[in-house]
């Protein structure tokens, strides 16, 4: 099922699921929610460390408060995860295999000097090409996206100060 040249059509799907990667963590996950659940632990860390260092009864029982909080906010967070997690998992993992059928025991390239790689050997074939470019994609993505936010960010804030 090769349309173009081995590599292209690999590189086009890398490309597509590095894609389709971002539109789900943008529907399933929220940046902001995440960063404030982050925030708010590095803050309830640091209470926690000057708690500990106080030996008095009312200083441990506020430690005690603040590490069933964390406990919460941990156990928000990685709900939010295991839900992106397992969609990833239904979409992706079909993916993989029908790149699996469709171009296994194709060669790509020949690794230079023949440098046999463990796992893999002396030739790359779809899975090494697949990460390589689902890397670089991913890469460049994150950075696209980063400059987008940022941008958009200071937009808004822009129009905050001249409203």
């Keep these: 099922?090769?349309?173009?040249?081995?590599?292209v059509d690999i590189a086009f799907i890398s490309v597509g699921v590095a894609i389709l990667s971002q539109a789900i963590?943008?529907?399933?996950?929220?940046k902001e929610a995440m960063k404030k659940h982050q925030d708010n632990m590095k803050s309830k860390?640091?209470?926690?460390?000057e708690l500990m260092k106080k030996t008095d009864?009312?200083?441990q029982?506020?430690?005690e408060k603040h590490q069933a909080e964390m406990l919460e906010s941990m156990n928000a967070m990685m709900k939010g995860s295991m839900k992106m997690m397992v969609v990833s998992m239904i979409v992706f993992i079909p993916i993989l295999y029908l790149l699996r059928i469709s171009y296994e025991g194709t060669i790509m390239v020949p690794h230079p000097?023949?440098?046999d790689i463990p796992f893999f050997g002396a030739t790359a074939g779809w899975l090494e090409i697949y990460i390589v470019f689902s890397l670089v994609a991913s890469l460049v993505l994150?950075?696209?996206l980063g400059i987008y936010?940022?941008?958009k960010k200071k937009e808004v804030s822009l129009s905050a100060k001249s409203a």
């Design 113 to 115: 000097y023949n440098i």
């Design 149 to 151: 936010d940022k941008m």
């Design 25 to 30: 963590q943008r529907l399933l996950g929220s």
């Design 57 to 59: 009864k009312q200083s």
């Design 45 to 49: 860390q640091e209470k926690m460390k």
């Design 61 to 63: 029982q506020e430690l």
């Design 1 to 7: 099922m090769v349309f173009v040249n081995p590599m």
């Design 142 to 144: 994150n950075s696209l």
